[in-house]
């Protein structure tokens, strides 16, 4: 009987100190989970992977216009703010041609906006205030067939619309887009020119 007793108590015993050892390890388990978890929630909230924050569209200008969101890390959205002026011109530039293409097959109308626009990021869906967007389409369809007087017109009025895009969201200074997009002399240029004598004009001064 006594022998009997003495091993219910070592196998209790046994038992026991499987279960501690159990709850030990379980508990480190947790630990680690739980400092695994921490980590890479602050990975996240320093390093975003999305490019641009997780916003889009009217949600995305209205930041760059504004201010980031709340938790954005200030060098994160710094590298955010360099991707949106290459989808800012990018998105110009889609405007520009449209109007273009609509002008060469006779149709004429209202932009896409937003639109999806290709970055090097992928695909991303882009608005611009419905003024400037409508502009720069205007230009890209005025221009097709037009006398080198009314592009510098059209030129001038390219310009204004990039100036009024590019200003409000503090990336400046703004690239001329007539440079980019339609080649060619500007109307207080031409005047400078002839008034210097360099239009090749024959009642220009001599030099």
Excluded: C
């Excluded at 026991?16 to 996240?44: C, G």
């Excluded at 003024?131 to 009314?150: C, D, T």
């Amino acid at each position: 009987m006594d022998g009997l007793l003495v091993v219910v108590v070592i196998f209790g015993l046994i038992i026991v100190l499987l279960l501690l050892i159990y709850l030990i390890d379980r508990v480190n388990t947790i630990e680690r989970e739980t400092r695994n978890m921490k980590a890479s929630a602050a990975k996240q909230t320093t390093s975003p992977q999305d490019p641009y924050a997780g916003l889009n569209g009217r949600k995305l200008w209205d930041a760059m216009v504004a201010a980031p969101p709340a938790g954005v890390d200030a060098a994160y959205w710094a590298s955010v703010r360099n991707r949106f002026a290459l989808l800012l011109q990018l998105h110009i530039e889609s405007l520009f041609e449209e109007g273009l293409k609509d002008a060469q097959r006779g149709l004429s109308g209202d932009p896409k906006n937003p639109r999806m626009i290709a970055t090097p990021d992928g695909a991303i869906e882009s608005w611009l205030p419905v003024a400037q967007a409508k502009a720069v389409y205007q230009a890209g369809l005025e221009s097709h067939g037009a006398s080198e007087e009314v592009l510098m017109g059209i030129r001038l009025a390219l310009n204004e619309a990039g100036r009024a895009l590019y200003t409000p969201v503090g990336l400046l200074p703004a690239p001329l887009q007539s440079d980019l997009l339609l080649p060619g002399p500007l109307p207080g240029l031409s005047d400078r020119l002839g008034e210097t004598g360099l239009t090749g004009d024959p009642k220009a001064p001599a030099s």
